[in-house]
Nanobody, 123 residues
Framework: QVQLVESGGGLVQAGGSLRLSCAAS????????MGWCRQAPGKEREVVAV???????YYPDSVKGRFTISRDNAKNTVYLQMNSLEPEDTAVYYC?????????????????WGQGTQVTVSS
């Protein structure tokens, strides 16, 4: 059974930075695509960063240049470095994983989810 545990959320002022971590266990192999998604109140869950096992990445325009996803395959851990945070980034952030090692840009297509961590950006 895949388990994903996020950490690193919190409260930060606009323009600040946060680094989220996601520790994965129960993966049958490292060849999973890993993603970070977020959901703000009243909005649909959206993908904000994706990384394949090979290291190739995807970002939507809303976070490109501000967010960086990385992974340590030896530790089964994925990170999301978030810089220049804006109040619009306030949401619950979820780590996601899928055994199909391809860039997945639609949140509901991921098989496995963490419990989420709150990120709040004050203006």
């Amino acid at each position: 059974q895949v388990q994903l545990v996020e950490s690193g959320g919190g409260l930060v002022q606009a323009g600040g930075s946060l680094r989220l971590s996601c520790a994965a266990s129960g993966l049958t192999s490292s060849a999973y695509v890993m993603g970070w998604c977020r959901q703000a109140p009243g909005k649909e869950r959206e993908v904000v960063a994706v990384i394949r096992y090979s290291g190739s990445t995807y970002y939507p325009d809303s976070v490109k240049g501000r967010f960086t996803i990385s992974r340590d395959n030896a530790k089964n851990t994925v990170y999301l470095q978030m810089n220049s945070l804006e109040p619009e980034d306030t949401a619950v952030y979820y780590c996601a994983a899928d055994r199909n090692n391809m860039i997945i840009t639609t949140a509901h297509r991921y098989d496995n989810w963490g419990q989420g961590t709150q990120v709040t950006v004050s203006s």
